[in-house]
């Protein structure tokens, strides 16, 4: 069958009306507790759409589970971790960035596992007819860019590598779907961002990477605990289960990338091909990898840098919010990232 290519707004309207949607909880979270009314153990876990519980489902993770998850779905990583702090979420998972501005405002969070991915999806957009050719092209340019995301920090280290800082460029700090607009409309020149959104835009034809996240954003993701669940015992047993099922999860999306990019996309809304992309480009790509120093001195860069900027309100140390006690012999964190070879 010919595939229909959709105009990029509509390609995008899934996401952008969920970026769209109040950073609150799905209904249903913040209640606490143990164990239901039959005393099962019950796992508070933070999700998003498209997330944890539809990887473990479709890998078969979510069989004969010795307790029951309660899951709350949020529509990012911030509002989640907020979750965290308050203790309405036992455990739940991120990406590089938000856990350094839960740490630095004080929240009561715990990192307690991670991945490594390839960064090719963490790119700097522009036009398909644009003159930009490289970094340096920017000067003076228009950027939309979400404030505190992790295109934030690869947008400061891709302007750094190209002998330029903020102040030589004109940032415009946008979410995702607002900075849709802006990108489509020409009010921008470039745009900061993440897959899927740059597989999104690549496949409407619209766009192209002027620069890309590898060599200048670490790739990491991470699973973050809140510490009272840590503390007791049998939901402490329950998130290091988790975890070896999460880990478990993401060697099958590997293996099944195609498989993983059908319930992706129906999970999403998300064109069939545009997740297959994203699959290959970054998100089948990650690899469990240990909490050690490497990646603690990575995170303690990115905290650095926004409070150097004045995004966070005073220097931390991002090592006082980590534990490994589930790191079980992991590779190291800067073990490369897999690949999908010409595919990817």
């Given at each position: 069958m010919k595939s229909v290519r959709l105009?990029?707004?509509?390609?995008?309207?899934?996401?952008?009306?969920?970026?769209?949607t109040a950073c609150?909880?799905?209904?249903?979270?913040?209640?606490?507790?143990?164990?239901?009314?039959?005393?099962?153990?019950?796992?508070?876990?933070?999700?998003?759409?498209g997330g944890s519980e539809a990887v473990l489902r479709a890998a078969g993770?979510?069989?004969?589970?010795?307790?029951?998850?309660?899951?709350?779905?949020?529509?990012?990583?911030?509002?989640?971790?907020?979750?965290?702090?308050?203790?309405?979420?036992?455990?739940?998972?991120?990406?590089?960035t938000p856990p350094v501005f839960a740490a630095g405002a004080g929240s009561r969070i715990t990192v307690i596992a991670a991945t490594?991915?390839?960064?090719?999806?963490?790119?700097?957009?522009?036009?398909?007819?644009?003159?930009?050719?490289?970094?340096?092209d920017l000067k003076g340019r228009k950027i939309a860019v979400a404030q505190g995301s992790s295109a934030h920090f690869q947008l400061i280290g891709s302007l750094e590598k190209a002998g330029l800082t903020l102040k030589d460029v004109q940032v415009t700090l946008l979410q995702p779907a607002d900075a849709l607009a802006a990108f489509t409309s020409g009010k921008v020149d470039a745009w900061a961002v993440w897959d899927p959104?740059?597989?999104?835009?690549?496949?409407?034809?619209?766009?192209?990477?002027?620069?890309?996240?590898?060599?200048?954003?670490?790739?990491?993701?991470?699973?973050?605990?809140?510490?009272?669940?840590?503390?007791?015992?049998?939901?402490?047993?329950?998130?290091g289960d988790?975890?070896?099922?999460?880990?478990?999860?993401?060697?099958?999306?590997?293996?099944h990338p195609e498989?993983?990019?059908?319930?992706?996309?129906?999970?999403?809304?998300?064109?069939?091909?545009?997740?297959?992309?994203?699959?290959?480009r970054s998100s089948g790509t990650r690899i469990p990898v240990a909490l050690d120093a490497a990646a603690i001195?990575?995170?303690?860069?990115?905290?650095d840098t926004f409070a150097g900027l004045g995004l966070i309100p005073h220097p931390f140390r991002f090592a006082d919010f980590v534990d490994d006690r589930f790191d079980q012999d992991l590779p190291p964190s800067t073990t490369p990232a897999r690949s999908y070879g010409k595919d990817d």
């Open positions: 105009p990029l707004a509509a390609l995008l309207v899934p996401l952008a009306l969920l970026a769209a609150t909880p799905a209904a249903g979270a913040g209640s606490g507790g143990n164990t239901d009314g039959k005393g099962e153990l019950v796992l508070n876990v933070g999700d998003q759409k993770e979510l069989d004969d589970l010795p307790y029951r998850i309660k899951w709350s779905t949020f529509t990012s990583g911030p509002p989640l971790l907020e979750a965290v702090n308050a203790g309405a979420v036992d455990v739940g998972g991120v990406g590089n490594h991915g390839d960064s090719a999806g963490e790119a700097i957009l522009v036009p398909k007819d644009s003159p930009l050719r490289s970094p340096r959104y740059t597989s999104q835009v690549l496949h409407a034809g619209s766009g192209r990477i002027l620069t890309d996240g590898r060599g200048v954003v670490n790739g990491l993701g991470f699973q973050v605990a809140a510490p009272a669940a840590l503390a007791d015992p049998a939901k402490e047993k329950a998130v988790f975890v070896g099922r999460l880990r478990r999860a993401q060697d099958w999306v590997f293996d498989e993983w990019a059908k319930v992706w996309a129906k999970e999403t809304g998300l064109p069939y091909e545009v997740a297959l992309a994203a699959v290959r001195a990575s995170e303690q860069k990115i905290a």
